[in-house]
């Protein structure tokens, strides 16, 4: 391939990634890659159920490629790993896909998430194999805390990819769940920035929308800089302990899913670029 199988890779801290979530329901992929690169992303996040979706539809990795490749994009974030502890037949096929497209595309990492069956040593087990079979292809693995899960904070999901113990196993930090969940400052000040394989930013109001936990994620989330997280405190502790990669912008939101996508996409990166701004 050209460009951006390296690229996604070479992200860096200026660089901006379109989480798939936050154009929920737009199936039409070249408008979305389209509407990120106008904005200025470098990279944009797939949903595994949508890419075997279109792939159902006829479109084959190539038609991916050259869409990717005209508007100079890179595929950096698959969306998500499920049902690997124990790893399940849906589990297996996730992974297996997830492989494709790091082999294929050079995506940047896969997110897991739980819920998971046994002990911590049971998780680290299941995700260990996770971590293995992504790095043959140069896949990172980020495990992500929901609080809705048995994984429900920060400090339970270290606990299994520390004792993984993979290089490419690491974390997804989403500043919904650390600030929505259970806020562990004196967690984040401390982590290894080889741990921190993805950020997603977004913001919030200063109390939840509805009293539904999951409901209030899918549906209210904010743009960055627009609520009331401590945005810049969370950043900055990030980056005091060495992460130098992109960030990745995941808004959820019914309010902006009734807008146009490319409006969508350059308020998120107008906004996000500003709030990365002042941190320097």
Known sequence: MGQPTSQARALGSNDLILSHFSLL??????????AAATAGFTGIGLFLGDYQLLRGQGRDDAWFEQILEQHQLC??????????????????????????????????????????????ADASKAFATLCDAAREVGLDVALEHLP?????????????????????????????HHFRGRVEWDVLAVLPAERIKSIQLN???????????????????????TGSFDLSRFLKSVRRQGYAGPVSVEVLSEDLWELPPERVCMELAVATRELLTAQT
């Open 203 to 225: 913001d919030g109001p200063s109390e939840p929308v509805s009293a539904d936990y999951y409901r209030d994620t899918v549906r209210h989330r904010m743009i960055p800089g």
């Open 75 to 120: 595929l950096a974030e698959i969306e998500v790993l499920m049902d690997w502890c124990p790893l399940q037949e849906r589990g297996r096929h996730q992974l297996e896909l997830a492989c494709h497209l790091g082999e294929r595309f050079g995506a940047r990492h896969v997110a897991a998430i739980g819920p998971v069956a046994g002990s911590v």
């Open 148 to 176: 809705f899960t048995n994984i429900e904070s920060l400090a339970a999901a270290l606990a299994i990819i520390e004792g993984a113990d993979r290089s490419n196993g690491g974390l997804c930090l989403d500043t919904w």
């Open 25 to 34: 329901g737009l199936e039409d992929f070249e408008r979305r890659v389209a």
